[in-house]
C-alpha cells in the first residue's frame, strides 16, 4: 500500500516535473516577450510623445473641444492620454503573444480577436478625434457667422451644429468598433429624427417671436439700417 | 521674360503687336459695365492729354465678367477723347482685354498686369480701380510723373474723405504699417497707384504668389513689399474718393482683404520690422488728407449692439486669442450705455497687437480670427464716431495721430507677445 503510494506520488511528480519542464521554455519566451514588450512598449511611448508635442497635438485636441472633455474628466493632457494608451496597447498586445506561446486552449481564440479588433480601434479613435475637430470647427464658423450677420441666438444654432455632427460621428464610431451596431442604428435614427422634428417644433412654435425677428431683420430692418448711413471701412 | 508661361498665348501675341512702351495702365475688372466705359474715357483723356508723346497701353485684366465690361473697354473709341482733348498726340493707344478667369481672382488680375508690364518693358505703370465713380483724367498724371519725372517707384494716392469713412484704415491698417514698418503711409490698401516696372518686376520674382497666403490683398503685400525692399516711396493727393457701391461694403470681406494680408506679412516681414522704430513722413505731393465734415446719421445703437453681442457670445472664442486682461477690459466696456461708450486707444492696440500674435501662432483657423476681429472693431468704429460727432477735421487728425503714437509706443508688447507665444 505505501509503496503504491509512493509510486502514484513518485509518478505523479515525475509528471509535473515534465509538464514543468515542458512549459518552462514557453513561460521563459512569454516573460521575455513581456519584457521586451514593455521596453518597447515605453520607447514607443516616449517617441510618440515628442512627436506629438512637436506637432502641437495638444493645441489640435484644444481646437476639437478634446481638452475640455479631459479636463472635465480630471485627465491629463491629449498628448499624455494618447501616448499612455499606445504604450498600454503595445504592451497588452506583446503580454497576449506571450500568453499565446503557452498554448491555452481557449485563450488562441479570444487573442486572435484582440488583435482583429486593434485596427478598428484605431480606426474609430481617428474618426472620433477628427470629428470632434470637425465639430468644433464648424461650430465656431456658424457661430462667428451669425454673429456677424447679427442672427438672433448665435450660440444655440452653434451647439446644435456641434451636436448634429457628434451624434453623427458617435454614430460612425460606434458602428466601426462593432458595438450594438443595430441598437446604435436605430438609436440613431431615433435621436437624428427627434431632434430635426424639435428643431422644426422649436422653430415653428416656441421660436415663432424669433423667427418673426429674424425675418424682420433680415427683410425689413435691412433697408431702413442700409438708409442710415453706415460708412465703408475702406 | 520670366513670366511668359503665366500669360496665355493670345494675350502674348497682342503684347508682342504691341511692342515695348513707356506707360501701362491696367485695369482689373469683373462686372464693372456701370462705370468702366467712363473710366476708360478718362484714361484715355489722362494719356493723351498728359503723356502725347509717349508709348501708351491700357491692360484690362478681366475676372470672367457677364456684363460685357472687356467689350466697353476695347470698343471704348480714342476717336472721340481725341478730338476733345490733344488732337496733335502722335502715338498710337493700344487697349488689350484679357480674360485670366471665369470668376475674380485679384492676385491673379494683378500679375498679368505685372507680368506684361515686365514683357513691354514699361517705364511707368499705373493701376485704376474700376469702380471709382469720381476718377479724373488728372489722376493719371498726379501718380505717374513722380515714376517718370522723379524716379520714384511707388506712388500712394492720399483722399479727400469724410471723417468718418474709411475707418479701417485710419484705425488700423494706417497705423499698424506706421508703428511696425516705420511710414508714414496714409493709404496702405490703395485701389489706384502709380509704380516702376522695376518695382513691378521685382515683385513678380517673389515668393508671394504661391504661398498660400490669403488671395486679397495683394496690393496691400505689393505696399509692404515695397517698404521692406527699400524702394522709393512717395504719397500723392487725388481728391475725393468715391465707390459704387460704397454703400453696400461688408465689413468681414473687408477684413480679409486687408488686415489677413496684413498680419499674415508680418511673418516673413519680422526680421525687417522688428529692427524698425519710430516712423517716418513720405515726400507728399499736395495735402497729406482733407476731412468733410458734412452732418450724417450712424446707426450708433446697431453698432453697440453688434459689439455687445460679439464679446458676450464669442468669449470662448476670444479665450484662445486674448489676453485675460484684455478681455476682462472688453466685458467690461461692452456694458457702458451708447452715449458713454468708449473704447480706449491703449485697449485697441493690445487688442489688435493680440490678434496679430495670435494670428501668426495660428491658435484657431486664422479666417476665424480675421471674423472675430469683427464685432470688436465695430466697437472701435463706435468709440471713434461717439467721441468725434461733434468734432473738427483738427480733432480728428488729433485723435489718429494719438492712435498712431500709441501704437508705436505699445510696439514692444507687440514683440513680447509675439515671441512669448512662440
Redesign the interface.
Known sequence: MREMIISELSQAMHELARGFAHYLPRLIVMLILAFAGWAIAYVAKVLLRSILRLIQFDRLSENAGAAQLLTKAALPSATEVVSRFVFWIVWLGFVLLGVSVLGIMGLQEQIGKFFYFLPRLFVAMFILFVGLLAASFFSRAALLAAVNANVPSPRVLSLAIRSIIIVFVLSIVFEELGIAEQTMLVAFGIGFGALMLGLAIAFGFGGRDLAQRFLEQRFVRAKKDENEDEFSPL | MAEDSFLTDDLLRQLINVGEVDILVGLPTHNNAKTIGSIVQTIQSGILRWFPRERAVIINADGGSRDGTPELVTGASIDDVRRGSNPYALRTLHSISTKYANSPAAPVAFRTILAAAELLQAKACVVMSPESSSVEDEWISKLLRPVRNDGFDLVAPTYRR?K??????TNLLYPVTRALYGVRLREP?AQEFGFSGRLGGEFLTQNVWDDGSPGDGIELRFTLAAITTQHRMCQCFLGQKD?VE????D??P??R??VGPLFSALEPDFPFWSAVSGSQPLPTLGPEHEVLLDL????RK?LR??FA??VA??AA?FQ?ILSPDTLAELQRIALLEENDFEYPAELWVKTVYEFAASYHKS???RD?II??L??L?RGR?LAFITEHRNGSAEDVENSIEALCLEFERLKPYLLEIWKSRE
Not at chain 2, 460704397?246 to 461694403?249: F, P
Not at chain 2, 450724417?296 to 446707426?299: A, K, T
Open positions: 469724410h468718418f469713412e474709411g475707418l479701417l484704415i490698401y465707390h460704397q454703400r453696400g461694403a465689413l468681414v473687408a477684413l482683404q486687408t450724417v446719421r450712424v446707426n446697431r449692439e453688434m453681442t460679439g457670445e464669442l472664442v484662445s491658435v484657431i483657423s476665424h471674423q472675430a469683427a464685432p472693431f468704429a
